[in-house]
């Protein structure tokens, strides 16, 4: 079983924003355990400018790109996805973000596991549920030469990698896929004057106001109409 963990830095939050980096660490099982390789990272080229308040959150600025960097093209992503051995899952902490960038043509619909999806299931008392916040909050001990800078493809892939690991000690790919597959772990309210409470002990007409929210978390929403089926039903 060969797990590939994918992480990238783009120009912006969404498309059309473009990928300027890839970064990726297989993890292998190997006997009882798992083996993790070293990482492997590509920059790309932008078409566009690099916006500034995105500069500053992995500093990749024009500088880095010469005449013979690759522009991202959608025969790149292939390769950087399906180079050296073939994988069998796809991971990545908050793989949403990912398959935002990484389309089903480039992965041929491959399965994707979210360690961060995992993590909220396995590891619900952690402070916050970052790779980099778990990485600490864990005591991973890891080389600084692999994991740093944070927000850097190949480092990030590097700390997701070792979480994965760790998780795999808890969980099973099984439970990871169908976690994965689900909205993310919520068993309380996060936010608001409920915040804190279980679904079932929130009022039906504030599971109804969250609902018409235009800008509310699309999981919390989830959550609200399922209790609210929940309450009719009972």
């Known amino acids: 079983m060969l797990l590939r963990v994918i992480d990238i830095e783009t120009t912006g939050t969404e498309p059309p924003a473009e990928i300027i980096e890839i970064g990726r660490v297989d993890v292998i099982s190997e006997g009882e355990g798992w083996r993790i390789n070293?990482?492997?990272?590509?920059l790309y080229r932008p078409l566009n400018d690099i916006p500034p308040e995105t500069m500053a959150v992995h500093h990749i600025t024009e500088d880095d790109f010469d005449s013979d960097t690759p522009v991202c093209s959608k025969e790149l992503m292939r390769k950087a996805i399906w180079g050296?051995?073939?994988?069998?899952?796809?991971?990545?902490?908050?793989c949403a973000f990912e398959q935002m960038f990484i389309t089903?043509?480039?992965?041929?619909?491959?399965?994707?596991?979210?360690?961060?999806?995992?993590?909220?299931?396995?590891w619900p008392d952690?402070?916050?549920h970052t790779n980099q916040v778990l990485r600490y909050w864990r005591g991973l001990k890891l080389d600084a030469a692999l994991a740093m800078p944070p927000h850097r493809a190949g480092p990030d892939a590097w700390v997701t990698a070792h979480l994965l690991s760790e998780l795999l000690k808890e969980s099973n790919i099984e439970q990871m896929l169908g976690w994965t597959e689900q909205p993310k772990h919520m068993p309380t309210i996060p936010f608001g004057k409920h915040k804190g409470s279980r679904w079932q002990d929130i009022p039906s007409d504030y599971l109804i106001?969250?609902?018409?929210?235009?800008?509310?978390?699309?999981?919390?929403i989830w959550y609200a109409k399922k209790e609210l089926e929940r309450q009719k039903s009972s």
């Open 104 to 122: 089903k043509d480039a992965t041929d619909e491959l399965q994707w596991i979210c360690t961060y999806k995992v993590a909220l299931h396995v």
């Open 84 to 94: 050296g051995e073939t994988p069998d899952i796809l991971v990545a902490h908050n």
């Open 38 to 42: 070293r990482p492997m990272t590509r």
């Open 209 to 220: 106001w969250m609902m018409k929210q235009d800008d509310m978390d699309s999981d919390a």
């Open 126 to 128: 952690a402070p916050r």
